[in-house]
């Protein structure tokens, strides 16, 4: 019997309407059965300030419970000024400290890139990646996902309309769930 696997899922857009956040949907309706991905919201989350480490906000300490409490994590970011939103910074920081003591830490991951634009958020993915290595983080190097034209991809109700997309994706939450088991911690 295959193990389930808790998938936190960080979506670095907070607009309601945002189209990362009907990808991240998409993506959960995708998965494998053996995945269980829940969005982790990151709104509330005030900013990190090394001061407030000895007595974190109780928001920081959720974050960072719902983070460890989870398998594996996927990012679905937008791309900012060709960087990673400072929403999507901020909660990533917020999981890493303090030093030593870091959520992330050994938690595969996989990034998706979501742009109205036509080369999908590019700039984002990598920035991110960047990070996630640091992090200690083993990110899914294959398939990338970078979403480009995103606007054409739903309908009104935020339903993933396009069949191609709709494939890419299956077959990228099935590579993520092979990436999961291969570097799950024991």
Known sequence: MAIERKVAVLVGSLRKE????????????????????????????TLYNEDEDEHPPAVWVEFRERIRAADAVLFVTPEYNRSVPGVLKNAIDVGSRPYGKSAWAGKPGAVVSVSPGAIGGFGANHHLRQSLVFLDVPVMQR?????GNA??????????????????LTKFMGSFATWIEAN???
């Open 18 to 45: 945002s189209y990362n956040r009907k990808m991240a949907h998409a993506l959960a309706k995708l998965a494998p059965k053996t995945l269980r991905p829940g969005i982790v919201e990151i709104a509330a989350l």
């Open 151 to 168: 606007a054409s991809l739903f309908d009104k109700e935020g339903h993933l309309t396009n069949d191609a997309t709709r494939d890419f």
């Open 184 to 186: 799950a911690k024991a």
């Open 143 to 147: 398939p990338e996902a970078y979403i």
